[in-house]
C-alpha cells in the first residue's frame, strides 16, 4: 500500500554539475520499502508545473539511531525540467512523494548476485545490495560510466559486501570502455550460478541481456518509461514482454519497472 | 447537518457526485489499495472493446503547459475478460463500476453493452462515443449527430443499464450533441473527453507521440469543459458529468454550477491518487458553508450578469 | 550563412515570421517606446470596425491554468479615427501593418476593408470572422462554411490589399473553413482566435467576466492549435499564419513544422513585452544550427510516423 | 521608455504577516521613475505561474552612496497567488520586472498636497511626498487602516517633511473610525489651495473624491484595476472616464492609473 508523503528536504547532496542524492523524510514510505522499488516525486511541490510527478528509484534508506526508518534518499541526474527541481531542491522544502511503488527485485534462489548499472541506473542497487548481503548472497556490482568523475557512490558497495568493477569510456578508472567488457570477461570464468540484475541507458541493458543469453544465465531489468502515474492508471509506461500466447504490452509501473530480461521485446521500448 | 451528496441518473442512485474517469483510473482495482473504492460515487473504468486491444506503441503520453497529451490508443483487456478477471474483484471492493464501452461498429458496442447487462455487477454504462476505426466511412459516430443518435438509441435497445454517452469536445456545438443523446434515450451524459491536439519535437521534427496527436486533459482544458457543460445545461434535462482539469473541491464545485450533477477526476489523479476524500470533504463543507442542503441543489445556479451580447460572438472576439 | 526570413503573404513579402497578434498589441504605437516595430514581420492591430465601440463592461480578463480568458468586446476607436490618428504613426514607425477588421454586417466588412484600402500604409487586411452581432441570425460567419465564403469574396471583390481570414477553433473541423477561405480568395488565413471558455467564482456562483464567457489564449491552448494548422496545412496551398500559446522560438519552430509559413504573438508579448528579438533571432539560430536555407524550407515539414490509426478517431480514444 | 529587468531580490522586510517591502536591483528602472508610476512583476519568476505579470507601485527608489538609483521596493499585500509569491520571495532569486509603467502624479502648481492612503494604497506616496519635498510644496499624509499594526512605514513621511494624520478603525492609533474623519476636518479648517491625492481602497477612493468635490478642491486618484499587460495593449484595465462629448472606457494602465477623480464614473469600475 503506497503511500502520498509531504516529504520535507532533509539534504541535498550535490555530487556534480548534474548528479545530485536527495534525502527527504518519509518514513512510512521507507518502513514499507523493498528493493529495487521507486517513487514518484512531484518535483515542483505541489500545485507547481510541470504537472506529473517523476519516478525516482528509491537509492537508501535512512534510519534513525534505533535503525527504524525515517527517509530516503533518490540519486538524480538532470536532464530536464523536473530533475533539475530536484537538482536545485532546497533543503526544507516539501515535496509530495509516493511510493513505494512497482515490483522489487527477488533475491537469487540460489548462487551469487551480480548488478550492472549505468550512470544513473545505480539508482536502485543500494537497497538490493543490503538485502544481498542480509540473505548472504554473494554479490558483484559492474558500474560504468563516461569518466572517472561520474562514477558516484560506487564506496557505498564495498560495505555491502559487493565486488567492485568499474569502467569508464576514456578509461580514467578501471576498464577502458563500456561495462559489458569486465562483465563478458567474468561470466567467462563464472563457474556457479550467477542471476545478473541491471539498470542503466537502454543500449547498456540490452547488451547486457544479450551477454546473459549468451552465457545462459538469468538476468532481471530495471527499465526506465515515462510514466504519467505510476500506479497502473494511465497505461502509459507499457513495455511490450513476451507472453505464453504472445508479446503485450503491459504496464511497467505496476508489472515492472523489474522484468525478466529475455522477456523484453527490445526492439518496441520507447526509451 | 449533513449535506445530501447523493446523485440520480437514471435508475442509478450514486452516493456522491465524484466519480474516477475513465482511462485514468485503470480497471479501478489498481488503486484499491491506496483508496477504499466503495467511497467513490463511481468508478469509470478504461473503455473496453468486445476484444481484448493492444493500443498504441509508445511514448503515448507528453507533457504540455498544464495538461497532457495522450494517445494510449485504448489498449484493454475486451470486455469478456474484464467481466471474468476484473468484475468480480471491483463488486468485492463495493465500487460502483461504470464501465466505458467502445465499438469499431454500431454492432459492437451493442454486443459490448449486451455482456455488461447480463453480468453481476455493473451500475452504469459510459458509452464512448469517440473512439477509432468505426464503420460509417471513418466519421466517428461521436462526430456527426445522426451517428451519435444511432448509436444511442441502438444501444438503448440492447440494454436497460443507465446509459451515459460520453461527449468529445472536438465540436462545433456540445449542446447540440448532447440534446441528440437525450432524444435517443441516454440517461445522462459526460463531457468532456479529450481535446485533439499535436506536439513537435523540433530537433528530429517527429510528433512527440509514436501515434501522431494525442488528446489534452488536465487543467489547461477546464475554462473551455466548464463553458460546454454550461452550453449543455440549458439544452438538455438529464443528469451531466462534467470533467476536464478538475484538480480540487473547488473545480469540481464550479462545474456543478455551471451545470454538473456529478463529476469525474481523470488526470489529477495521476497526480495526485489520493484527492478523492479531499474531493468529497470538500464539497461537502462547501455546501455546509453556504447552507446548500444537497448537491442537487447546486447544479445549474451560476448567476447571470447582464449578458448584453451573444456569449459565443462576443467571448472570441477579443 | 543568414538564413532567409521573409515571408510572402499574397503580393506582401514580410521580413521575418514573426507578428504581434490583434488585440495582444494595441494600435502598435504603445509599444514604440519599447520596441523597434520595423524589425518585426508584422504588427497586427486591434479589431476595428467602422465605428466607434465601447466594449465590455470589466473585469475583461481572468487568468486560468496556463492561459487567460478575454472578453474585451472588441474596444476599439473604429477605422477612419484609425487611418487619422494611427496610421501615419505606426507607417513612420516603419512597421508593417496588418489591419484586423471586424463588421457585424457583411456591408460593414466590405465598407471597413474599403476605407483601408484607399488608405496610405496598410500591408494587409485580417477578416476577424469571429465578430459579436452578426446579421445572419446571429451565427458567425466564421462558424458557418457557407458565411466564411460569403464574406472572404464580399471584401475580396472590395480590396487588392492581401486578405487574410483568421478562423475560429471551436469548430470541428477548421480545415474545411481553410479551405472555404482559400476557394474564395483568400490571400492567406490566420488561426487560432480564442477557444470560447468560461470560469465561474464559486463563491458568489457569477462569472469571472462580466461577459459571462471570454475566449481562452497562452499556453494551454498551444497543442490544440498545433493540430489545426497541422490540419490545414493538409487541404491548403496558401500560406497560413500560426498562432496559440507561442512564447519563445521553440514554440514558433514548432508551429512552423507543423505548417505555419508565419506566426504570431499574443498573450506571451503581455507577460514579455520585449519577447520580439528572441523569437526572431531564434529563429534564426534553429535554421542555422539545422542548415536550413530559408524558413519557408521549414514548413510543414513533420516528419511521419507511421500513423497506422487515422489520427482524429484515436486520439481521443484514450 | 520602460525596461525589462531580470531584478535580483536585495531584501524582503516582513512588516506583518500580510505586508512586506519587497527590495529588488533594478537601476534602469530606478533611474527613469517618476512619482506613482509603477512596475509589472513576475511574480513566480520567469516561465512560472501565474502567467500573468502584477502591478505594484513603485514604493521607494533606492540610491548608493553617491546617489545613484540602484534599485527599487515595493509594499506589498499579500491577497491571492502573485502577492504571495512577493510575501514568500527569497533574497536573491531573480524577478522579471518592467517599467517605470503610467501617468505619474504632477506636483500641484500652487498650494499645498494631501496624500490620502489606505491600507496598500501608501504604495505611491513616498516618491510623491520626496518631489514634494524637492519641490516645496507642503504636504500632510491621512494615512488609516484596520488597526494601529496595520499602518505600516508611516515613519518615512516625517524626515519627507509630510505632516501626519493617522486613523484606524479599532482607534488603537489616531482617530477612530475611517481616514475621511479627520480629512473632512481638515478640509473644513483648509484655506489656501489643496490638491488631495488618494490611493487605497476603492470605497475609500471614492469617499475621498466626493469630500474633495463636496469642499471644492482637486483631487487625483491612482486606480487599481486588474491589468493584462501594464502597456497599454490588451484592453483588459479599462476605467470609464468623462470625455468632453460622453464617458468612455480607457486604459488605466497608460492613460492612468492616476486620474482626475471628478472625470471618474466610479459605479463602473470593476475592483
Ligand atoms: C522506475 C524508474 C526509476 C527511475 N529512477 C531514476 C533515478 O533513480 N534517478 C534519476 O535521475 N532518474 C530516474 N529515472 C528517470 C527519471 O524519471 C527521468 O529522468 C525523469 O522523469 C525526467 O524528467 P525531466 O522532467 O527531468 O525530463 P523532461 O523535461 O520530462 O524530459 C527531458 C527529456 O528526457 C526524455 N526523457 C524523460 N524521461 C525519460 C526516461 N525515463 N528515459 C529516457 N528519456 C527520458 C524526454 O523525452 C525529453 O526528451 C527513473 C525512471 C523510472 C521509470
Ligand atoms: C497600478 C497598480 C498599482 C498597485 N500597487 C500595489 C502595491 O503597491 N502593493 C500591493 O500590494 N498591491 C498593489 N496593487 C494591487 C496588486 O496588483 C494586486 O493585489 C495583485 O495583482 C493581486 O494579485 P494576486 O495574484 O495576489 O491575486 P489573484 O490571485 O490574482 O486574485 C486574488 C483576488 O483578488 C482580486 N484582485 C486581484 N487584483 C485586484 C485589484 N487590483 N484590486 C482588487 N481586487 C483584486 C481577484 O479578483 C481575486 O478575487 C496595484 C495594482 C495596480 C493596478
Ligand atoms: C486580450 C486579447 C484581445 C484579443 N483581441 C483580438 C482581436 O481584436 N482580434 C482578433 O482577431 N483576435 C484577438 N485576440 C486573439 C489573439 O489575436 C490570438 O488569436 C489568440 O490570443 C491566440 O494567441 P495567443 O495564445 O498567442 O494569445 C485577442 C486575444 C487576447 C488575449
Ligand atoms: C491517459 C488517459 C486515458 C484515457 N482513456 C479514456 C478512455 O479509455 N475512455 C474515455 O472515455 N476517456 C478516456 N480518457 C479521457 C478522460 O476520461 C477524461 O474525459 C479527460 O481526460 C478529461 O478529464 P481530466 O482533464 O480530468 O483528465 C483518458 C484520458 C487520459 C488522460
Ligand atoms: S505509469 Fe500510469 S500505468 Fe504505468
Ligand atoms: S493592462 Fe493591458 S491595456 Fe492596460
Known amino acids: 500500500m503506497p503511500a502520498d508523503v509531504d516529504a520535507r528536504v532533509v539534504e541535498n547532496r550535490r555530487l556534480s554539475s548534474d548528479y545530485n542524492v536527495l534525502v527527504v523524510h518519509a518514513p512510512a514510505i521507507a518502513a514499507a520499502a523493498a528493493p529495487g522499488q521507486f517513487v514518484m516525486i512531484r518535483t515542483a511541490g505541489a500545485g507547481g508545473a510541470p504537472l506529473l510527478r517523476r519516478p525516482f528509484s528509491i537509492f537508501q534508506i535512512v534510519r534513525d539511531a534505533g535503525g527504524t526508518p525515517t527517509g530516503l534518499s533518490i540519486i538524480n541526474k538532470k536532464i530536464g525540467t523536473g530533475t533539475s527541481q530536484i537538482y536545485d531542491a532546497r533543503v526544507d522544502a516539501t515535496l509530495p512523494v509516493l511510493g513505494p511503488l512497482g515490483r522489487p527485485f527477488v533475491p537469487p534462489a540460489s548462487g551469487d548476485a551480480w548488478m550492472v548499472a549505468g550512470g544513473v541506473g545505480l539508482g536502485p542497487f543500494v537497497t538490493l545490495a543490503e538485502t544481498l548481503q542480509r540473505a548472504a548472497v554473494p554479490s558483484k556490482l559492474f558500474y560504468g560510466a563516461r569518466t572517472a568523475a561520474d562514477l558516484h557512490c560506487a564506496d557505498l558497495f564495498a560495505p555491502l559486501g559487493a565486488e567492485l568493477h568499474l569502467a569508464t569510456e576514456d578509461g580514467s578508472t578501471g576498464d577502458r570502455g563500456f561495462i559489458t567488457g569486465p562483465l563478458e570477461r567474468a561470466l567467462g570464468q563464472a563457474r556457479g550460478d550467477v542471476t545478473i540484475y541491471t539498470c542503466g541507458p537502454t543500449p547498456m541493458m540490452r547488451a547486457v541481456a544479450a551477454l546473459a543469453a549468451r552465457f545462459n544465465r538469468a538476468c532481471v531489468v530495471s527499465l526506465e518509461q515515462v510514466m504519467g502515474c505510476g500506479m497502473g492508471g494511465c497505461y502509459s509506461c507499457v513495455v511490450k514482454v513476451r507472453q505464453p500466447d504472445r508479446p503485450r504490452f503491459v504496464r511497467s509501473c505496476i508489472d515492472g519497472p523489474v522484468f525478466d530480461a529475455a522477456s523484453v521485446v527490445w526492439e518496441e521500448l520507447a526509451h | ?318
Open chain 2, 1 to 318: 447537518m449533513t449535506p445530501d451528496l447523493t446523485v440520480r441518473i437514471g435508475a442509478l442512485t450514486i452516493a456522491n457526485p465524484v466519480i474516477a474517469a475513465s482511462g485514468c483510473f485503470g480497471y479501478g482495482v489498481e488503486y484499491a489499495s491506496a483508496i477504499d473504492l466503495s467511497t467513490l460515487g463511481g468508478v469509470a473504468v478504461k473503455g473496453l472493446f468486445l476484444q481484448e486491444r493492444d493500443g498504441h506503441a509508445p511514448p503515448r503520453i507528453v507533457e504540455t503547459p498544464a495538461g497532457m497529451l495522450n494517445a494510449i490508443g485504448l489498449q484493454g483487456i475486451g470486455v469478456h475478460r474484464f467481466v471474468g478477471e476484473k468484475l468480480p474483484e471491483l463488486r468485492a471492493l463495493g465500487a460502483t463500476v461504470i464501465v466505458n464501452i467502445c465499438g469499431s461498429t454500431l454492432d459492437e458496442y451493442v454486443e459490448v453493452a449486451r455482456v455488461l447487462s447480463d453480468a453481476e455487477g455493473v451500475a452504469a454504462l459510459e458509452l464512448n462515443i469517440s473512439c477509432p476505426n468505426i464503420k460509417e466511412g471513418g466519421i466517428q459516430f461521436g462526430c456527426s449527430l445522426g451517428g451519435t443518435h444511432d448509436v444511442v438509441s441502438a444501444v438503448r435497445k440492447a440494454t436497460t443499464l443507465p446509459l451515459i454517452p460520453k461527449l468529445t469536445p472536438n465540436v462545433t456545438d456540445p449542446s447540440s450533441f448532447a440534446r441528440a443523446a437525450e432524444e435517443a434515450g441516454a440517461d445522462a451524459i459526460s463531457l468532456v473527453n479529450t481535446f485533439l491536439a499535436m506536439a513537435i519535437d523540433i530537433e528530429t521534427r517527429l510528433p512527440k507521440l509514436t501515434n501522431g496527436m494525442g488528446g489534452l486533459s488536465g487543467p489547461a482544458i477546464r475554462p473551455i469543459a466548464v463553458r460546454m457543460v454550461y452550453e449543455c445545461r440549458q439544452v438538455v434535462k438529464i443528469p451531466i458529468i462534467g470533467m476536464g482539469g478538475i484538480a480540487s473541491a473547488e473545480d469540481a464545485i464550479e462545474f456543478m454550477i455551471a451545470g454538473a450533477n456529478a463529476v469525474q477526476v481523470g488526470t489529477a489523479n495521476f497526480t495526485d491518487p489520493f484527492i478523492w476524500p479531499r474531493v468529497i470533504d470538500g464539497i461537502t463543507s462547501y455546501l455546509q458553508r453556504h447552507n446548500i442542503a444537497s448537491a442537487a441543489d447546486l447544479v445549474g445556479t451560476v448567476a447571470s450578469r447582464k449578458p448584453s451580447v451573444p456569449a459565443k460572438a462576443a467571448a472570441t472576439s477579443g
